[in-house]
């Protein structure tokens, strides 16, 4: 719940379909219903799904409700983001286009392919401009603005990314799996589901990209998409560095 004004700018960034799991109590649906009736720009959507999945125990089901959120989607490809991450202006149309090449048109190769979208963060609350195009986000990273995601705290997390020869990019490339990889992808609906035994913080994200690893994916990186990581106040009490190295965090 404490994610949901993010839901909007969400829909200012992204024009296509959203299929969002939201796990909230009783009172916390009702709000959410007036929060969307009270709101012009998520009132005006049609493509925007909510699904709902009521507070059960003190463990929050991480990779239960990105499964019911990958359920319910409606179309043949879906980006797999998290609520807390907005997209450059142009990244749904970029990977429409996407889409077709890699997944349509290349059926015949019998390669399955994940799309990777490069995340970045920033430590402001909020961006004096949200940049539209990579050259303003190369600007902002040069600045130290923007930084690439948990380049600090994990790098491993987007390392094999290889955000040095993104910076240059001018062509989708492919990157080999690394231990720990988690990029945010774009994959067929039919995908692997994540694994529901993970609950909390740590490995929820890297197991799927494991059992994908597993499947001999193709990693491609887009070159001129990406997206951008909003801060928000801390939800777990460790760091991601201690947390992903103690067994009971996950």
């Known amino acids: 719940m404490d994610r949901l004004h993010i ?11 959203i ?3 939201l796990y909230l109590s009783d009172a916390e649906s009702h709000q959410l219903a007036d929060f969307v009736h009270n709101s012009e720009i998520l009132r005006a959507r049609t493509n925007v799904g909510y699904h709902v999945v009521f507070k059960e125990g003190n463990l929050y089901p ?15 490809f ?8 907005l997209p450059g202006a142009n990244v749904y149309d970029t990977l429409l286009v996407s889409t077709q090449k890699y997944f349509i048109q290349a059926q015949s190769d019998l390669k399955p392919r994940a799309l990777v979208v490069p995340a970045f963060e920033t430590l402001r609350y909020r961006l004096d401009q949200f940049p539209r195009t990579k050259a303003e986000v190369l600007d902002l990273w040069i600045l130290g603005t923007l930084l690439t995601f948990r380049y600090h705290v994990w790098t491993l997390g987007h390392k094999a990314t290889n955000f ?3 910076r240059t990019a001018t062509k989708p490339f492919q990157v080999e ?4 990889f988690e990029p945010y992808i774009v994959v067929p609906k039919n995908v692997t589901r994540y694994d529901q035994r993970f609950v909390g913080f740590g490995w929820n994200k890297v197991s799927h990209i494991v059992e994908l690893h597993a499947q001999n994916f193709q990693f491609i990186v887009l070159p001129n998409v990406f997206i951008i990581h909003m801060p ?5 009490t460790l760091p991601d560095s201690e947390a992903r190295s103690n ?3 996950v």
């Open 7 to 17: 839901v909007q700018s969400l829909c200012q960034h992204w024009s296509g379909p």
């Open 19 to 21: 299929s969002l799991s």
């Open 62 to 76: 991480v990779n239960f409700l990105r499964n019911v959120a990958l359920d319910h989607a409606n179309t043949p």
């Open 78 to 85: 879906v980006f797999l983001s998290d609520i807390d991450f």
């Open 164 to 166: 040095g020869k993104w």
């Open 177 to 180: 799996w690394e231990p720990h």
């Open 232 to 236: 928000h106040a801390p939800v777990w």
């Open 247 to 249: 067994s009971d965090s």
